[in-house]
């Protein structure tokens, strides 16, 4: 398995207006995954076919069943038919109604210790080359995986929630990043379960963390619902509370020229090489 380098974003992704977004929570259970999709869908309603959304969880990764797809190609198959170019990578995407794209994990847990750093770092940049959002779903924890697509990410968003353990597990994760120096990366912070009556203060939840909340999702029923259905709540609109709470999560990565022409249709970049 070859080093990861930890330095900051390479120029062909610091100097690109498309994002790399990385969804981070070293524990699981804080709602990584809910965030992922919703924050994908919400952006692929703005941006069609100009999302594609990456199940990095790969032995027990959720993206496929909480969107109702089933894939015939994932990212083992990229893996095994290294190295793959960009058409290579596209080919192996599965799309979704939203105008969504994703790569899913493998379908069996035991094909993920054939994927390596290096095979992360070189389909994200594959897609980053080819779409305006690559949206990262992780499993928890800092594996060498992980690092790989944190170290080629223009954003982290940190997944938290009211639990002490979550609130703790952040805060040494965070500081284990800033050791090994991946900080170019904008950090967003979202709370989940933000009204739970479970006697966290959300002041010092941000004093612990050292930063201010940036999205607070609130506790329903519906998400649980939205899981089981596989129907995220940001495409059956099914919460409105919710879906406000994600559409603010989406404006945090929209640009104010992108906000000036929402209206507009995107062209598609999916079949377009940069350089």
Not at 92 to 97: D, E
Not at 223 to 246: H, K, Q, Y
């Amino acid at each position: 398995m070859g080093a990861t380098t930890l330095t900051s974003p390479p120029e062909e992704v610091a100097a690109d207006p498309s994002r790399i977004i990385t969804i981070l929570s070293p524990k699981g259970g804080a709602g990584k995954t809910s965030s992922a999709t919703n924050l994908a869908v919400g952006l692929a309603k703005r941006y069609p076919r100009e999302v594609v959304l990456v199940d990095l969880d790969l032995q027990f990764g959720d993206v496929a069943s909480n969107m109702r797809l089933q894939p015939t190609s994932t990212i083992i198959d990229l893996a095994r038919s290294w190295p793959v170019d960009s058409a290579q990578v596209k080919l192996s995407l599965t799309s979704h109604p939203s105008g969504l794209y994703t790569l899913c994990a493998p379908l069996s847990p035991a094909e993920a210790d054939e994927i390596t750093a290096d095979h992360v770092t070189g389909v994200l940049r594959a897609l980053h080359r080819s779409f305006r959002y690559v949206i990262v779903d992780t499993d928890p924890g800092l594996s060498e995986r992980v690092l790989s697509a944190l170290d080629v990410s223009t954003d982290m968003v940190m997944i938290c929630s009211t639990e002490v353990p979550s609130i703790r597990g952040l805060k040494k994760a965070l500081e284990a990043l800033d050791v090994v120096g991946l900080t170019s990366a904008r950090r967003v912070l979202v709370l989940n379960r933000s009204n739970a009556k479970v006697g966290v203060d959300i002041g010092q939840l941000e004093r612990t963390i050292g930063r201010p909340v940036d999205v607070r999702v609130p506790s329903s029923i519906d998400m649980v619902l939205a899981t089981n259905d596989g129907i995220p709540v940001m495409e059956s609109g099914r919460n409105p509370e919710l879906v406000r709470a994600f559409e603010h999560l989406v404006e945090q990565f929209v640009t104010d020229d992108d906000k000036d022409h929402r209206g507009g249709k995107p062209a598609s970049r999916l079949f377009k090489r940069k350089g």
